[in-house]
Structures are given as C-alpha cells and as structure tokens.
C-alpha cells in the first residue's frame, strides 16, 4: 500500500506567522510537559531496571560460578569431588531453575522497561510529529502537507528496481506530500534491509544486511516519455529489467558518476538533456550514492541520508528554536531539488 497525500486537500492559506506563534504556545506547554514526564520515566524505569537486574542475574551466575566448566556434568563432578553427596540430586534441577530464573527474569525486565521507558517517549515523539510538522507545512510550506500514517510502500520501493534486490525487512515513516510551486511531489523516510546467510562457529546463521537508509523523493516530470531509465551510482551491481540496456552519456563527469540503463536509447536523451545531466551531477554532491528512475512521467529519487531526519530529541525542549529550524531547513533542502532539476519549467506541459 502507498500512502498519498492529494494537493487538493492541502490548504493553500498559511496562517499569519504572529497568529500561528500565539496558536502554538499551548501546544508546546503542552508537548513540553509530555517530554518531562517522558524522560523522567525514562530514568526512573532504568534506574528500577538496574536495582532488579542483580536479582535476575545473580542465582544462574552463582550456578556458573560453581559449575566451573559451565556444564551440568562439571557442576555434578565438582559437587562428587568436594564430597557434598547429599545435594547432589538437586544440583541439576537448581541450576536449570536458575536458568528459568534468569530468561523469564531478563523477559519481564524488558516489558517492564518497554511499557515504562519507551513508550512514553514513543507517545511524545508521535505528538510532537503530528502537531508541529503540520504546522510547520502550514507556515513555512503551504502547499506541503504532513501525513503521520503515511508512507512508501515497500511494494512502490522495490518496484523502481534501482537496487539489485528486494527488501526482506523495510520501514518507511514521516511522509510529506503536496505541491512544489506546480510540480507534485511526495517524499518519506525509508530504510530496507535484506535478509543474508553467514557461516558462524560451525554453523549458518540469519542476518539483515540494510542496503538503503534515507529518503525516497518522488516528483511529477512533466515531460511526455514512454521508456524507463534508470541511474544508478558506477560500479553497482544493477538490477536485471527485461528490455533496458546500458546507456553512454556524452557527459565525462556524469558517466564517471552514473550508470545508465534505458529501455529506449533515443527516449532517454530527451529525458536527459544536456542541462539535466548537469543537474543531476550537482545534485549528486549534495547526496552522494543517490539513485533515480524515469518513469510513467515521473521522477524517483532514493537519496542517501545516514542520520533521522524528523525526529524530536527527548533532550531538546518541545519549542527549541534550533530544533524546529533544523526540521525547516531539511524541508526547504528537499523542496529545493524541484528547483535543482527544474521540474517547474513547464515547456512539455502535458495534458
């Protein structure tokens, strides 16, 4: 499923930025009491977590402890030797009760600490995103809207086949959508994983590799086109698509930086201009390993971006003006790839 966001219902007047500021001064009272009682919660229930982990830990590491070589039979030889007959038909119960001890132990500290430290802050942060953001998109960036439910699909990811495979585990959040002056766009944070073997102590063991952590941009081209092109970084591994064949570009830096793969050699030419190879290597110094398919008139773009773009710090407070700047200015750089690759210039209006 692919969450969209319609430019219709996005509100096209912003409120006065004196009457928004007066509108939002009890919400953030209200979010700042909210990450207080948040991060003391959070201290608490770990301080609590750290007085009963001693009481988890304590009878199987005294079981160890005696057991020496850290197997039932030693304990039962070392009980023989030291000549304590008498509660050697209970020893192996002991330690195996010890062991039960010890993961039921370790399991309700987890729920415990889940339910007390990190949910609250969970709550805090979905408010936070829910009312700041799409105030801060009715402010600064009207015609952008926050969807806090929406969301990439992995099917919608996968499908652009700029990746030589499919992810096994995917999460996709924080989904903006709406107009860029007269171009639609929406963009969410993505990060997919694929699942690898690996031979370990003897063994094969399961492990998720992430192949793709940043945001994936998806832009109206308005140029008619009927081929699908793909750019990936030089060197990768690229995806096997039924009809696309390598492309050479007349542009040294752009060929040192892509490689392209078309379904039509003539198509992608007028896809890509001389100006828009251009684009694209400026805007690949801003986000270094991007990726970008042409297809069905639009534009897809999987930008590389390592740190969590929309998320509120639990040691900031709710209305630090730093913090809401941060989030406006990865705004604003998002919103300015549309003006990088000129996507509002519309001399291939289309019908």
Known sequence: MTANVSASSVRERAPTARGATNSMEGVYLRLE??????????????????????????????????????????FMATLRNSGKQLIEPYAEPVFYVAAIWFAAGLYFLGRYFVRHARQPTWDYVRNFKQLVFNHLCAVHFPGLSYDPQGYVGYDEFDATKLFAYTSDEYRSDDFFGGRSGQTDIHFAEVTAKRERRRFNDGSFETYYDEFFRGLVFVADFHKHFHSTTRLVPRG????????????????????????????????????????????????????????????????????????????????????????????????????QIVDELNLNTRIWTKT
């Open 236 to 335: 990768e591994k690229l995806a096997s698509v039924r009809g696309q064949r390598p492309v050479t570009m007349e542009d040294p830096e752009f060929e040192e930086i892509f490689a392209t793969v078309s379904t039509d050699q003539v198509d992608v030419r007028y896809i890509l201009s001389t100006a828009m190879v251009c684009r694209f290597v400026e805007l690949h110094k801003r986000f270094p390993g991007m990726r970008a398919l042409f297809r069905d008139e639009k534009l897809v773009l999987t930008l590389p971006v390592r740190r969590e773009l929309f998320e509120p710090s639990l040691y900031r407070q709710a209305s630090s003006t730093a913090q809401i700047n941060e989030f406006v200015r990865d705004i604003k750089s998002l919103l």
């Open 33 to 74: 009491a909210e990450r207080i009682a948040a991060l003391k919660a959070f201290w608490i229930t770990a301080l609590v977590c750290l007085c009963l982990l001693p009481l988890t830990v304590l009878p199987l590491a005294g079981g160890l402890f005696v057991m020496g070589e850290h197997s039932p039979d030693a």
